[in-house]
């Protein structure tokens, strides 16, 4: 356990030593923001950004919501992202400029054009102290105007699902970096857009996410972008 309900496992270290391994290879010149060996959480012109197990309480309960994620930025910006579900067999991958694909298959986001015809993705913080209220409110707000919520509990995949027109939507707040580096630029590269709940640009420190097919995101920035 890293927190209270936070797991941590030998897949997750594993993974991240593995990763850390071949991608110094391929760039040694790069640093890394990892999330199992994270400290200061500083970028540098050239960073590996990676999640080397999103959705590791699902992995620890059975559940195929699992992702590796790994994201290169570079000169403050992201270029590369790969987000690899094993147990979905299914790995979306994008560059900067280059468009986004699952299994080498190009995709896009999906043409929702009002939150009533949005499948909706969100996700909740292992630290609910303080939050709770806030988390209710934006359900609340939200659960009547959409055709549904999901939670599939790993922001890399919810990410990547608004990238392959699954989701029309997706918000969460109190993110790491890792969490969402490489999804932002999947949904990007597939046509859609991300912001923070306010619609101000969005950055690896902002505190919540939304990220949309770009048809619905103002109607989601405008219900919900005084919840922050």
């Known amino acids: 356990f890293k927190g209270r309900i936070d797991l941590v496992t030998e897949t997750d270290l594993a993974v991240e030593q593995f990763l850390k391994q071949k991608l110094g ?3 040694p010149e790069a640093t890394f923001l990892a999330e199992e060996s994270a400290s200061g959480e500083e970028l540098s012109n050239l960073t590996w950004v ?3 197990l999103d959705g590791t309480t699902n992995f620890a309960h059975g559940l195929p919501f699992v992702a590796t994620s790994i994201g290169l930025w570079q000169e403050g910006r992201m270029v590369l992202a790969v987000i690899n579900c094993p147990f979905l067999n299914e790995c979306f991958s994008a560059r900067l400029g280059g468009g986004a694909f699952c299994n080498d298959t190009a995709i896009g986001v999906s043409d929702a054009a009002s939150p009533e ?11 609910f102290e303080g939050r709770h209220e806030l988390l209710m409110a934006r359900l609340n707000r939200t659960l009547p105007l959409v055709q549904g919520v999901r939670r599939c509990g790993a922001a890399a995949i919810d990410l990547a699902f608004v ?4 989701f029309d939507a997706y918000y969460e707040g109190w993110l ?17 857009r991300v912001s923070d709940l306010s619609g101000a640009p969005y950055h690896l420190r902002s505190q919540h996410i939304l990220a949309t097919n770009g048809r619905v995101h103002g109607a989601f920035v405008n219900l919900l972008g005084d919840l922050v």
Do not use: C, K, M
């Open 50 to 52: 990676i999640d080397p």
């Open 176 to 192: 790491a970096p890792w969490d969402v580096a490489a999804g932002w630029l999947l949904v990007e590269e597939a046509g859609g």
């Open 25 to 27: 290879n391929l760039l």
């Open 117 to 127: 015809s949005s499948l909706v993705a969100t996700g909740f913080p292992y630290v």
């Open 163 to 166: 990238a392959a027109g699954r």
